[in-house]
Structure formats: C-alpha cells, structure tokens
C-alpha cells in the first residue's frame, strides 16, 4: 500500500466520521446582517460613557493617599527642624510631673532592643510582598 493510497482512506475515513450541515443562502444572508449591524454600530456616534464606580473610588484613594504624603512629609519635616535646626515647639511644655529615675544603661538596652525588633518587623512585613512572601503566605492559607 503506498503512501497515497493510505492519505485516501483517511480522507475518506474523516469525511465518514465528521458530517458538516450544508451552509446555504440564509448562513450567508446572516453572516451579512451581522456584518452590517456592527457596521451601523461604529458609525453611531459614542454616548459621553460615565466612570464606573471603581474609577471614581480610585480617584478619591489617591487623593487621600496624596494628602497622607503630605501631611506625613509635614510632620517629618517639622520634626527634623526642630531637632536640628533650633526651631521651638509650637507649645511650650511647662509640666510639672515627677518623673520615675531609670538608669541610663537600661534605656540604652532598651532602645537597642526595640529598634532591632522593629527593624525586624518592618523587614519581614517588607519583605512579605515580594514574590517569596507571598508564596510564604500562599502556603499559609
């Protein structure tokens, strides 16, 4: 048997097995109908289209987001100044309140700790949005 002679009885076997309806006048009377109604369709002029409600609350999220900056650049800024550059607090602080005595070495301890634990935490909390932390927490869930 040659190779064309085995093409044949596939053909003839796939024709066989597959039974496609004929396609006649009204097939291609609908395929233009729908042709011409998208047609119609581009050539309507556009309606003014409103922003869904998601665009409208992203608007106001990056407007308060920007307030936020601002207001967290502000106190920054008024903070540095007034610790570096001599600027008097806005209140003058006349409190009259006994204050317990720690020793220094045990503030020192204390701050040393804090600000390694802190730094800790802000690390894995930046670090959990990167594509591993979010695997980790995939694996959690």
């Given at each position: 048997m040659s190779r064309?002679?085995?093409?044949?009885?596939?053909?003839?076997?796939?024709?066989?097995?597959?039974?496609?309806?004929?396609?006649d006048r009204r097939f291609d009377a609908a395929v233009w109908a729908r042709i011409e109604a998208?047609?119609?369709?581009?050539?309507?002029?556009e309606t003014e289209a409103q922003p869904s409600r998601a665009v409208r609350a992203?608007?106001?999220?990056?407007?308060?987001?920007?307030?936020?900056i601002a207001a967290t650049l502000g106190v920054a800024l008024y903070f540095v100044l007034r610790t570096y550059g001599g600027i008097e607090p806005v209140v003058p602080l006349e409190v009259h309140v006994p204050v317990p005595v720690i020793p220094e070495n045990m503030v020192a301890q204390v701050v040393a700790v804090l600000g390694q634990v802190l730094g800790l935490a802000a690390l894995i909390f930046g670090l959990s949005f990167t594509w591993v932390g979010r695997r980790i927490r995939a694996s959690f869930s």
């Open positions: 064309k002679d085995i093409e044949a009885r596939l053909d003839r076997s796939l024709a066989n097995q597959v039974k496609l309806p004929q396609l998208a047609e119609s369709r581009a050539t309507l002029p992203s608007r106001w999220l990056a407007i308060s987001n920007s307030i936020g």
